[in-house]
């Protein structure tokens, strides 16, 4: 079962991302990102990170991906989002895939420590809160520092008028 | 849950949408696309974090992906503003047609 349900989110997850590259209108990208984003969760869930899964679709599902719609949709743009011309795209496909073929089975042949029993209540939102508001008090509150600056600061470079 | 699968296909996985994001920054042209292709290429690192939290049975991964949320959320929006203040400058949001800072 839970070997179905990961080639199934594996699957799709690469299917979207592939779409996501190679749609030509932006707004077909976002819709295959917030694919993509659905499927992560599912695999988080598979991996017992429930907090994490609900959030991973709260967040970037819900909000991220509502602002990058919405900026599409503000900017309306008419010309067809292009892609590079095609000497430039050959280069940097051939870059890709040496990256790929490199790098995949190197990441996939990692001795990666096997599976064991979990600790009760992983992945919780008591567990994670729990660790949260103790270990990383600190870079909790300058992550929200950090929200408030890019909040600022978006806001004054969207209302600016520059030359 | 004892999970039936390994790490490995998990990392693997992730090692594929890190490099399908790294090809769509490379590819597009369109400044909205390159900035999907970074948030793809965060959910990669954020599926190793879980992955390694998971079978290391240490759930401070899970605070780290808390943290790359939050910083993915920050950039988008950044990022975004600046997207409109090029088009409304530039009227394009081609990447390669802002090269102000080219030397």
Redo the contacts between chains.
């Keep these: 079962m839970?070997?179905l349900l990961?080639y199934l989110f594996?699957t799709l997850?690469?299917a979207f991302?592939?779409m996501?590259?190679m749609?030509r209108q932006?707004i077909y990208?976002?819709v295959c990102?917030i694919g993509?984003?659905f499927c992560?969760a599912g695999?988080?869930a598979?991996?017992?990170?429930h907090?994490?899964a609900a959030?991973?679709i709260l967040?970037?599902a819900g909000?991220?991906m509502v602002?990058?719609v919405f900026?599409?949709m503000?900017?309306n743009?008419r010309e067809k989002?292009?892609?590079?011309s095609v000497g430039d795209?050959a280069t940097?496909?051939f870059?890709?895939v040496v990256?790929?073929v490199l790098?995949?089975p190197?990441?996939?042949?990692?001795d990666?420590?096997?599976?064991?029993?979990?600790?009760e209540g992983?992945?919780s939102t008591a567990?994670?809160g729990t660790?949260?508001y103790t270990?990383?008090i600190l870079?909790?509150e300058i992550?929200s520092v950090?929200?408030l600056?890019?909040?600022v600061?978006?806001?004054a470079?969207?209302k600016?008028?520059?030359? | 849950m004892e999970s039936a699968l390994a790490a490995n296909q998990f990392l693997a996985l992730s090692a594929i949408l890190f490099v399908i994001g790294v090809a769509g920054v490379l590819t597009r042209r369109n400044v909205i696309v390159v900035m999907m292709s970074i948030e793809l290429m965060l959910n990669a690192g954020n599926l190793v974090f879980i992955t390694f939290s998971h079978y290391l049975n240490d759930m401070s991964g899970h605070v780290f992906v808390f943290m790359v949320m939050a910083v993915a959320a920050a950039e988008a929006a950044v990022g975004l503003a600046i997207a409109l203040a090029m088009f409304k400058n530039r009227e394009t949001v081609d990447v390669d047609e802002v090269n102000l800072m080219k030397g």
Excluded: C, N, W
């Design positions: 839970e070997t990961f594996a997850s690469v991302g592939l996501m590259i749609a932006a990208s976002a990102l993509v984003m992560l695999l988080f598979l991996l017992s990170a907090l994490i959030l991973q967040v970037y909000a991220v602002l990058f900026v599409i503000l900017l743009l989002a292009g892609l590079r795209m940097q496909l870059f890709v990256l790929g790098f995949v190197l990441i996939a042949s990692y990666a420590p096997s599976a064991t029993k979990l600790a992983f992945g567990g994670v660790l949260l270990d990383y870079p909790f992550v950090l929200l600056a890019a909040l600061g978006a806001v470079l969207a600016t008028r520059m030359r």
